[in-house]
């Protein structure tokens, strides 16, 4: 099967021109202007924005938190991110305390293989570091194809890790050609902060916000950044909402250390003026919280300076119900905000239409830098000939208002209720394949394959 795409306006992280697209089989065959071909189908994108497959690094579908799951499977979660033009995801993998990272890789594949509708790959999350897990780190980097190990630095019992693992893992992951990534908050601080607001009866929406301070995160992350320079292991910030933070890796710079960060598009649009004494509050508790607007601010800037690498989401969608599992304690509140499907709309719209970020800066934070980072570049994240044909087409002029009744999430809220964006995706392409057009799924589950990724250099 061949299709060509005629007289779009393609943009990559590097290039902005108008020429037509040949796509034969999964792979892009030919770039050019007018070109000689016949195809099978061809859709003229004249007017359009034509850019790379977006590709959401953070990500937690069917995952198991606080007694309950997220309530996005591999199939609904990957057909939602089509569906907002993310093309590929990196799912986190967590290990149990006590069982192995292979035993954990299986759970996961189980549920993933052959539902997923998206392609998709993983994140191997390290809960429990010892000689057993370290002899597994080979086997995940060279046969596996997973490349990324998550640490966290909170949630002491079920997830945390202490130092002297991080620094263990960081050695083995630098030797087997891996990178860490990390959950940098103080989870000691974070733990004593949650016990004295429910010891004095402030139980509402409000106090996990203020018992996540913005110096919970900045302290961590420099934490994290002094281990990974000392080890010389790659490591990558997800989630980063603060300026604290931020001025941590800034910090890191200057004795010449690269350390990725990603934040995540609800830090950059929605703020901590939305927690309150109301349950409605519920919606946007996730950790780290939002923020204030000065580190809205601080994360654009830090976006344009190269200091921000991507922009991802950790959609992690819960039903009201679920969220009102805390009505009474915020701390029993299932941590989680769904935006798989918002988030390259909402950063066209309040980035590129608001002239906070170029197309070409869009591009590369949503699409190309995931891509370079985790191993998957130029098969994926870029349009160039012989990469995967996955591709967005995108009416830059069309208006449309995001909601919880016409979203394609498992989930029955939206944190985004009402908003009016500039910028719609029309056209989505999965390896050559029309998955997404006039707002239908054409293609099943079980059509998302899993990405093997290669190893890392920590250079982009």
Same mark, same amino acid.
């Given at each position: 099967?061949?299709?060509?795409?005629?007289?779009?306006?393609?943009?990559?992280?590097?290039?902005?021109?108008?020429?037509?697209?040949?796509?034969?089989?999964?792979?892009?065959?030919?770039?050019?202007?007018?070109?000689?071909?016949?195809?099978?189908?061809?859709?003229?994108?004249?007017?359009?924005?034509?850019?790379?497959?977006?590709?959401?690094?953070?990500?937690?579908?069917?995952?198991?938190?606080?007694?309950?799951?997220?309530?996005?499977?591999?199939?609904?979660?990957?057909?939602?991110?089509?569906?907002?033009?993310?093309?590929?995801?990196?799912?986190?993998?967590?290990?149990?305390?006590?069982?192995?990272?292979?035993?954990?890789?299986?759970?996961?594949?189980?549920?993933?293989?052959?539902?997923?509708?998206?392609?998709?790959?993983?994140?191997?999350?390290?809960?429990?570091?010892?000689?057993?897990?370290?002899?597994?780190?080979?086997?995940?980097?060279?046969?596996?194809?997973?490349?990324?190990?998550?640490?966290?630095?909170?949630?002491?019992?079920?997830?945390?890790?202490?130092?002297?693992? =991080?620094?263990?893992?960081?050695?083995?992951?630098?030797?087997?050609?891996?990178?860490? /990534?990390?959950?940098?908050?103080?989870?000691? =601080?974070?733990?004593?902060?949650?016990?004295?607001?429910?010891?004095?009866?402030?139980?509402?929406?409000?106090?996990?916000?203020?018992?996540?301070?913005?110096?919970?995160?900045?302290?961590?992350?420099?934490?994290?950044?002094?281990?990974?320079?000392?080890?010389?292991?790659?490591?990558?910030?997800?989630?980063?909402?603060?300026?604290?933070?931020?001025?941590?890796?800034?910090?890191?710079?200057?004795?010449?250390?690269?350390?990725?960060?990603? /934040?995540?598009?609800?830090?950059?649009?929605?703020?901590?003026?939305?927690?309150?004494?109301?349950?409605?509050?519920?919606?946007?508790?996730?950790?780290?919280?939002?923020?204030?607007?000065?580190?809205?601010?601080?994360?654009?800037?830090?976006?344009?300076?190269? =200091?921000?690498?991507?922009?991802?989401?950790?959609?992690?969608?819960? =039903?009201?119900?679920?969220?009102?599992?805390?009505?009474?304690?915020?701390?029993?509140?299932?941590?989680?905000?769904?935006?798989?499907?918002?988030?390259?709309?909402?950063?066209?719209?309040?980035?590129?239409?608001?002239?906070?970020?170029?197309?070409?800066?869009?591009?590369?934070?949503?699409?190309?830098?995931?891509?370079?980072?985790?191993?998957?570049?130029?098969?994926?994240?870029?349009?160039?000939?012989?990469?995967?044909?996955?591709?967005?087409?995108?009416?830059?002029?069309?208006?449309?208002?995001?909601?919880?009744?016409?979203?394609?999430?498992?989930?029955?809220?939206?944190?985004?209720?009402?908003?009016?964006?500039?910028?719609?995706?029309?056209?989505?392409?999965?390896?050559?394949?029309?998955?997404?057009?006039?707002?239908?799924?054409?293609?099943?589950?079980?059509?998302?394959?899993?990405?093997?990724?290669?190893?890392?250099?920590?250079?982009?």
């Amino acid at each position: 099967m061949s299709l060509l795409i005629k007289n779009g306006r393609i943009v990559t992280a590097a290039d902005d021109y108008v020429a037509d697209i040949f796509i034969e089989g999964e792979a892009i065959s030919a770039i050019g202007k007018n070109l000689p071909v016949q195809a099978d189908t061809v859709i003229d994108a004249t007017g359009k924005l034509v850019f790379p497959g977006g590709i959401d690094p953070h990500v937690h579908l069917d995952m198991p938190f606080m007694g309950t799951f997220s309530s996005d499977t591999h199939e609904t979660g990957t057909r939602a991110a089509l569906f907002g033009g993310t093309t590929t995801v990196i799912d986190f993998v967590l290990q149990k305390q006590g069982h192995s990272l292979k035993e954990a890789l299986a759970e996961w594949n189980s549920r993933a293989t052959g539902t997923a509708v998206g392609d998709y790959s993983f994140h191997m999350a390290v809960t429990d570091f010892n000689e057993n897990s370290k002899a597994e780190i080979k086997e995940m980097v060279e046969n596996e194809g997973i490349t990324s190990f998550k640490t966290f630095m909170a949630y002491k019992g079920a997830l945390m890790i202490n130092d002297s693992q =991080m620094v263990g893992l960081m050695q083995e992951v630098k030797k087997q050609g891996g990178m860490v /990534t990390v959950h940098a908050t103080n989870g000691d =601080m974070i733990d004593y902060l949650i016990a004295k607001h429910r010891s004095e009866g402030k139980m509402s929406p409000l106090y996990h916000y203020l018992s996540q301070p913005e110096v919970t995160e900045a302290e961590a992350s420099c934490r994290f950044t002094d281990m990974a320079d000392y080890t010389g292991c790659p490591g990558y910030i997800v989630h980063m909402t603060c300026e604290g933070a931020l001025n941590g890796v800034r910090n890191a710079t200057r004795r010449n250390q690269k350390v990725f960060a990603e /934040t995540c598009i609800q830090y950059l649009v929605l703020d901590a003026s939305l927690y309150g004494e109301d349950i409605d509050g519920a919606k946007w508790v996730m950790s780290p919280p939002l923020r204030e607007k000065k580190d809205q601010e601080a994360l654009w800037a830090g976006i344009n300076q190269g =200091m921000i690498q991507v922009v991802a989401t950790d959609h992690c969608p819960f =039903m009201w119900e679920q969220k009102l599992m805390g009505k009474d304690d915020f701390s029993k509140i299932p941590n989680g905000h769904p935006a798989i499907e918002n988030r390259m709309e909402l950063l066209y719209s309040e980035g590129v239409d608001k002239g906070k970020i170029t197309l070409n800066k869009y591009v590369e934070v949503a699409c190309t830098n995931p891509a370079k980072i985790f191993g998957m570049f130029p098969k994926k994240g870029t349009i160039a000939v012989g990469s995967d044909a996955d591709i967005v087409i995108f009416d830059p002029a069309e208006k449309h208002t995001l909601s919880a009744k016409t979203h394609h999430m498992n989930v029955d809220y939206s944190g985004y209720e009402g908003w009016e964006l500039t910028g719609k995706v029309k056209t989505v392409l999965l390896r050559g394949q029309v998955t997404i057009d006039d707002n239908k799924c054409l293609v099943d589950k079980g059509y998302g394959q899993f990405i093997k990724r290669n190893k890392v250099s920590g250079k982009i």
